[in-house]
């Protein structure tokens, strides 16, 4: 499995620093890994390959290579590579809902409470290439095929983005949230990666049906 360590987490961390709100920055970096990692053991624990772990300063992402047999077992019009799939992708906000609730009724603590709940909600958006996105993805495959799938995943990827642009520009007004603009930039920066991805993988499946 190949790492990489994206060196720009130091320059986030030096603004946060600036802002005050360091702390908060290094305990979401520390439970979005652990978030990975909850992934990857699922993964690992159903037979897929983990192929890349990167760290960066928005979180951590894992990537997995499925097995040419799982493709080939369906299920419906899907198969069995996706359900797979929405199980390691459910397994990240799953974790982070547990430790969330651990938090809030054993240890008390606002602060590990309140991003876990945040990472979990965050994560289940149906914006493609979070979790939710993602499993949101594979359910669509398997029912409809893999190209109505992407073409319904990136429509309602730009909805709930115009929708998260709208409320999170209030929340900003009103508690000028460094940690809320950065997290918009954010998904603004994956919406546009995610609409490439998927109009590449679009023209693919159009040239393989052709």
Known sequence: MCIKFDIKILLFLAMFYITNQHKMYLLFLAFIFL????????????GVI????????????????????????????GNLAELKKIIIY??????????????????FNESICYINFSIMIFNLLFIYPLDGGRI???????????????????????????????????VILE???MG?????????????????EIDNKL????????
């Open 50 to 77: 983990p192929t890349h772990f990167e760290i960066k300063p928005s979180g951590c992402s894992i990537s997995f290579r499925y097995k040419i047999d799982d493709y080939n077992k369906k299920i419906l019009k």
């Open 175 to 177: 508690y000028h949230n």
């Open 90 to 107: 459910l397994a990240g906000p799953l974790f982070n809902f547990i430790v969330g609730i651990i938090a809030l009724l054993l240890c």
């Open 136 to 170: 949101f993805k594979s359910i669509l495959s398997i029912f409809w095929g893999e190209g109505s799938a992407y073409k319904c995943v990136k429509k309602t990827t730009n909805v709930i983005f115009i929708l998260l642009l709208v409320v999170c520009s209030v």
């Open 203 to 210: 023209r693919i499946i159009e040239l393989i049906n052709q």
């Open 35 to 46: 978030h990975e990692i909850a992934h990857l053991i699922v993964g690992i624990i159903l």
């Open 180 to 196: 809320i603009i950065c997290g918009l930039i954010y998904v603004q920066y994956i919406r546009i990666r995610s609409n490439k």
